[in-house]
């Protein structure tokens, strides 16, 4: 069976530091990749999507970056971190059919100070 | 490209009472729809999904929803709601490259 893993699960980081969150997928191959953001009481916000290695889409412009050096894996980086970077960070996989559900890991809960 | 509006950001309700959760989406195209779950500090997980044929669908946990393409609509519904199901339930439409979530609806179920 498929399985994904993100980590760290809580991170605390202060102003102007780097940043990177990491994201593997498991028990299935070529993946489209994810990465939402998820502001307190607010929904989800598509950040970066990758259809395979070395595409990546960008959604939002900010700060952050995304790489995907592998078919399985899934990175999120930011040089110089931001107050405004605070949140819930989701990492997701689906298959390459619109109709895929997504399936999600369980979350990174960033802090930066 | 396509969106998701959910009506209701918070829905009060009292145990073994009904909830419907309200979703529209507009697309251009032909849809995929979803409803999920997130639980506190936790990621998102699957309740159903729509793809093609019947327009009603059954999920997990005694969820479910119905398709009405004329009013652009997904409604979650449940016709008897128990303490664990408060969360915070997103709707979500896919037709190309990604999918789009709405802001959620926070359902809180009291005794």
């Known amino acids: 069976s498929q399985t994904i893993h993100q980590w760290p699960a809580t991170l605390v980081q202060p102003v102007g530091s780097p940043l990177s969150l990491e994201c593997t997928v498991e028990?299935?191959?070529?993946?489209?990749l994810y990465w939402y953001r998820q502001a307190a009481g607010r929904g989800l916000q598509l950040l970066f999507y990758s259809v395979g290695i070395g595409q990546i889409s960008s959604e939002v412009p900010q700060n952050l970056s995304a790489s995907r050096p592998q078919d399985r894996q899934f990175i999120l980086s930011s040089k110089k971190l931001l107050l405004s970077d605070s949140g819930f960070y989701l990492c997701a996989w689906r298959g390459s059919s619109y109709n895929s559900p997504l399936h999600f890991g369980n979350g990174t809960r960033l802090t930066v100070t | 490209a396509q969106s998701v509006t959910q009506l209701d950001s918070q829905v009060p309700v009292f145990e073994e009472a009904p909830v419907e959760l309200r979703c529209n989406y507009s697309?251009?195209?032909?849809?995929?729809l979803f409803w999920y779950v997130q639980y506190p500090n936790q990621g998102l997980q699957l309740l159903l999904k729509y793809l093609s044929g019947s327009t009603l669908v059954k999920g997990i946990n005694g969820f479910e929803a119905e398709f009405n393409k004329s009013q652009t609509s997904f409604h979650l519904r449940k016709p008897s709601v128990h303490i664990s199901d408060t969360a915070e339930y997103f709707c979500a439409v896919s037709d190309a490259g990604d999918m789009r979530f709405g802001a959620g609806t926070r359902l809180t179920v009291k005794p």
């Open positions: 697309s251009s195209v032909s849809v995929y």
């Open positions: 028990g299935t191959s070529n993946p489209n």
